[in-house]
């Protein structure tokens, strides 16, 4: 069989349009527009929150600490700005001064309140 008859037999038609359909939808994932989400955390605990993370819901795949210097004192919020939010939801991880976190899921593209409370679970590694 030479390269012509190949192209004419139905089924390795069918195996190139595949191929070329999942590199197309590759590409143009890759290409998908970031959308930014705002989060305004509040801490209605008593304790303080000394870092928030980012992460994919499925993953762990952690950002870097995204308050700075800053601390999340009790009574206290701080707006966080998630620039790079290109799934459509992101996790925003707290670790509180124990080392415990706490965590939710936001929907990216929209604004969202998320109110830590003393009954708000923490996972504390134990």
Do not use: H
Not at 68 to 90: F, H, R, V
């Amino acid at each position: 069989m030479n390269y012509s008859d190949g192209l004419r037999n139905p089924r390795s038609s069918i195996i190139i349009c595949v191929i070329v359909l999942a590199f197309a939808s590759l590409t143009f994932a890759s290409n998908a527009p970031s959308v930014s989400t705002s989060v305004n955390i509040v801490n209605n605990s008593n304790r303080e929150i000394r870092n928030v993370y980012l992460s994919s819901v499925n993953a762990n795949d952690w950002s870097g600490n995204q308050l700075g210097e800053s601390t999340i004192s009790p009574g206290q919020s701080y707006n966080l700005n998630i620039a790079d939010c290109s799934q459509s939801q992101k996790k925003v991880i707290g670790e509180d001064q124990d080392g415990c976190f706490v965590s939710t899921v936001v929907n990216c593209g929209s604004s969202a309140t998320w109110t830590i409370t003393n009954d708000t679970a923490r996972d504390c590694g134990y």
